[in-house]
């Protein structure tokens, strides 16, 4: 299968949708790009497809077109949904996004039950359950294919540490567990590679940082949208990795928000090491400081009521 991924990108007309398009479509590793959105699909198509770049790219549009989109696909990225405005919590997001996934994934679950799902749409700690939930209706569910990518916490951590401490970005690597909103989102600073070390003050501020980084973009914005360009990069990346574990590449390690049984939350983002089939093993949370044990207590009220709303959603979902 080297380098042959097939990749359906469901949302690629929008603010994330374009730029995730254009770095899967600069790939080696993707041969053919299959692009659904509900409007403009078929001028962004165009536009793509005449980079030179081996990839295959088809736009397909609405509804009736989207079984063909998703046939023969080993991963679809869904970064489809409505952005986050100034004031917006990912959470006020729901509703309208909820139904997006469920609609989208209830198509996957139909039409390509065997790829790999990449959930992007927010709120990631609520849609991650509802695509568990759709998967088990029609009796396809397999936890080691769905994950929710948090990939841009790991990035943001990466690179407000880098800026701190001097360091090359592209060589700090820090794992970023629990969840993808607010308080959800725990930097395991303690587990970084290289070795850094902060005084409490700037720990509490870094991870602070972290935690509302897109809140930081939201404003910066001003009622544009949100992170789209820094999302679709860590996007790319996530899905970059998947596939590279798919061929067969050993040692890959991502984090991502999936099913789990790290912590009483029965989803959590941990690290994981990828392989053929999706989740190869789940390499927990590891040692962490006391610090870092008391942002994982304090997140879990908040993570069950987000995976119990994407659940009771998903079950009355029609």
């Known amino acids: ?41 078929p001028g962004v198509a165009a536009d793509l497809s005449h980079i030179e770049t081996r990839a295959s790219v088809k736009g397909f ?8 989109c998703l046939k023969g696909c080993d991963v679809v990225v869904i970064p489809a949904g409505v952005p986050r405005k ?4 990912r959470d006020d997001l729901f509703n309208t996004n909820a139904s997006i996934v469920a609609t989208l994934t209830s198509a996957c679950a139909k039409h390509c039950p065997e790829a790999m799902i990449c959930i992007i749409s927010n709120p990631v700690n609520s849609t991650i359950p509802i695509t568990s939930e759709v998967f088990k209706k029609h009796g396809v569910y397999n936890p080691k294919r769905i994950f929710g990518v948090t990939t841009l916490d790991i990035v ?47 720990l509490q501020k870094l991870t602070g940082r972290i935690q509302e980084a897109g809140t930081e973009v939201v404003q910066a914005k001003a009622g544009a949208g949100s992170a789209t360009l820094s ?12 596939v590279d574990a798919m061929n067969g590449k050993e040692g890959v390690v991502e984090c991502a928000f999936v099913q789990s049984q790290e912590t009483e939350s029965p989803y959590f983002s941990t690290p994981l ?45 029609k």
Request: contains cysteine; proline residues 7%.
């Open 86 to 89: 100034p004031g917006m919590t």
């Open 231 to 242: 999302m679709a990069y860590a996007g790319a990346r996530f899905v970059f990795s998947l």
């Open 273 to 317: 090491l990828l392989g053929k089939n999706g989740i190869e093993k789940n390499l927990g949370i590891g040692k962490i400081t006391p610090f870092e044990e008391k942002m994982v207590a304090e997140a879990m009220s908040e993570l069950k009521a987000s995976i119990k709303k994407g659940e009771e959603f998903a079950k009355n979902f």
């Open 61 to 68: 549009l609405g509804p009736e077109q989207l079984p063909e």
């Open 156 to 202: 943001r951590a990466n690179t407000f540490v880098a800026e701190l401490k001097g360091l090359d970005p592209a060589r700090v690597s820090v794992p970023v567990i629990g969840g993808h909103a607010g308080k959800t989102i725990i930097p395991l600073i303690s587990q970084c590679t290289p070795k850094v070390d902060f005084p409490q003050d700037q």
């Open 1 to 41: 299968s080297q380098n042959n991924a097939k990749v359906a990108v469901l949302g690629a007309s929008g603010g994330i949708g374009q730029p995730l398009s254009l770095l899967l479509k600069n790939s080696p590793l993707v041969s053919r790009l299959s692009l659904y959105d509900i409007a403009h699909t």
